[in-house]
């Protein structure tokens, strides 16, 4: 998920997300879960289309999506290019794609990219992103949900997930998945917002189970298998929906998979 065209360092960004959960609804990229759970059915808003049914299911975000032509500003995550600069390329798992943004920003610095999201809406737009950038020998794209195709194991090095907002018992199987589709001797790269962003006027679902902490996501990696290298309430400035601007911080885990 990267920020709109409007505004790289997220203000538009915060003001869509601020519709899409004026009505309690979690935002964030979506993607398929992996152990059977109950889904959370809502009726809700996305701009304008009425949506009645799992808010983390390809037809919400299909619907979400079909709002506009473009969500996203095209440009990676901030996170991802501060802490995969300098890796050095191999094959990466970019979960909940969007339009394409990093898997374009991986692919152009020598990744093979397997970038996947459960909206076949936003795996058109990215499949569109990777084309006109030339790197479509260099990204496979996938609309999948995790739930029922979960990632192979230890095949890759670096898996790269942004902004995945998800109910404990749903996120920590996803999560612990994630963690085991990395190589030995890989990169995990878990980014969200930050719950203190609750406490700060930030458009946020009031839901406080949805935003690990930092220390959460790190706590969750057994330190027998993984070397946390950076764990991180990283500060960013936010655009609220009445034009002042707050800080606004993101939970940044970066960790290698003892070889």
Do not use: K
């Not at 898997?103 to 999201?117: E, P």
């Not at 949900?145 to 230890?154: E, F, V, Y």
């Not at 330190?223 to 601007?245: C, I, K, M, Y």
């Amino acid at each position: 998920m990267t920020s709109s065209p409007a505004d790289p360092f997220g203000a538009a960004s915060e003001r869509r997300v601020a519709a899409l959960v004026a009505d309690d609804r979690v935002h964030g990229l979506a993607t398929g879960i992996i152990t059977a759970a109950a889904p959370t059915t809502s009726t809700t808003s996305t701009g304008g289309a009425t949506v009645t049914e799992d808010r983390w299911s390809a037809a919400f975000w299909d619907a979400h999506y079909d709002t506009r032509p473009q969500i996203w500003s095209g440009d990676a995550n901030a996170a991802l290019v501060a802490e995969a600069a300098y890796l050095p390329p191999g094959r990466a798992l970019d979960v909940g794609c969007g339009e394409g943004g990093d898997a374009v920003w991986l692919a152009a610095r020598g990744w093979r990219v397997d970038a996947v999201d459960v909206s076949p809406v936003a795996v058109e737009r990215a499949r569109a992103a990777v084309e006109r950038a030339g790197w479509a020998d260099a990204v496979t794209l996938t609309a999948a949900d995790l739930r029922s195709a979960p990632p192979a194991a230890g095949v890759y090095d670096l898996v790269n997930a942004q902004f995945l907002h998800l109910p404990p018992d749903v996120r920590r199987p996803l999560y612990a998945a994630l963690a085991d589709a990395v190589a030995p001797g890989g990169t995990l790269l878990l980014v969200l917002h930050h719950p203190r962003d609750l406490a700060a006027g930030i458009p946020r679902p009031p839901e406080p189970e949805l935003f690990p902490d930092e220390h959460e996501l790190a706590g969750a990696l057994d330190p027998d298998r993984w070397e946390v290298l950076v764990a991180d309430a990283r500060p960013r400035p936010v655009t609220l929906p009445d034009g002042s601007t707050v800080t606004g911080h993101d939970a940044v885990v970066r960790a290698r998979r003892r070889a």
